[in-house]
């Protein structure tokens, strides 16, 4: 079983920036896809970034449209962690965040694809 725990979440002014980090324990991390998720009430989940999930290509990450040119994906598999660096936070950015992992989730992040959830911590973008 895969453990995974999001923090960095919190109230950003609009045009700020916030990293949330998810870090992974309960085996070994180095060999799962993880990918990045949002949801606000009442709409489904939405796929945002995932890492290590295409042909290795575009330096073997994906971004949606709606975040590319602003948010970052990495990973230091020493800390068993990923990062997302949200950049140039916009309104619409709000949501919960969740991290995700499974070994074979790949393409554009799906939620039937992943197998191990977070409990998702909370962005919110406000003047």
């Known amino acids: 079983q895969l453990h995974l725990v999001e923090s960095g979440g919190g109230l950003v002014q609009p045009g700020g920036s916030l990293r949330l980090s998810c870090e992974a324990s309960?085996?070994?991390?180095?060999?799962?896809?993880i990918g990045w998720f949002r949801q606000v009430p009442g709409k489904e989940r939405e796929g945002v970034s995932c890492i290590n999930c295409t042909d290795g290509s575009d330096g073997d990450t994906y971004y949606s449209d709606s975040v590319k040119g602003r948010f970052t994906i990495s990973r230091d598999n020493a800390k068993n962690t990923v990062y997302l660096q949200m950049n140039n936070l916009k309104p619409e950015d709000t949501a919960v965040y969740y991290c995700a992992a499974d070994l074979a989730a790949y393409g554009a992040p799906v939620v039937w694809n992943y197998d191990f959830w977070g409990q998702g911590t909370q962005v919110t973008v406000s003047s």
């Open positions: 309960g085996r070994s991390f180095v060999d799962y896809v």
